[in-house]
């Protein structure tokens, strides 16, 4: 943890890319929702900077589309990465 690079040590004091490691695969990855963090950026609940990135999505959208009257992150109860996001629209009749 710390580096912010895409190479991983293997046990044997080898460097090799994430993405070509076998473990990529299943280590790290959830149980529930299957999403790693080690082959992609994901955004997770827990981390206050993803949480702005979340925001200021959700603002844009909003902004942009007028008739989407709210939209709901849904989170992976297990590990916390965003999954998506549910968004409702304007109910017509009621306006
Ligand atoms: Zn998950």
Same mark, same amino acid.
């Given at each position: 943890?710390?580096?912010?690079?895409?190479?991983?040590?293997?046990?044997?004091? &080898? +460097?090799?890319?994430?993405?070509?490691?076998?473990?990529?695969?299943?280590?790290?990855?959830?149980?529930?929702?299957? =999403?790693?963090?080690?082959?992609?950026?994901?955004? +997770?609940? +827990?981390?206050?900077?993803?949480?702005?990135?979340?925001?200021? +999505?959700?603002?844009?959208?909003?902004? &942009?589309?007028?008739?989407?009257?709210?939209?709901?992150?849904?989170?992976?109860?297990?590990?916390?990465?965003?999954?998506?996001?549910?968004?409702?629209?304007?109910? =017509?009749?009621?306006?």
């Amino acid at each position: 943890m710390g580096f912010k690079d895409n190479i991983v040590k293997q046990k044997d004091g &080898s +460097y090799m890319l994430k993405s070509k490691t076998k473990k990529a695969k299943t280590k790290g990855a959830c149980t529930v929702c299957g =999403e790693n963090n080690t082959i992609r950026d994901l955004l +997770y609940q +827990y981390n206050a900077m993803d949480m702005i990135l979340v925001r200021q +999505y959700i603002e844009d959208h909003l902004t &942009s589309h007028p008739k989407h009257e709210a939209i709901t992150p849904e989170w992976c109860e297990k590990c916390k990465v965003l999954k998506g996001y549910r968004i409702k629209l304007k109910d =017509e009749k009621n306006n």
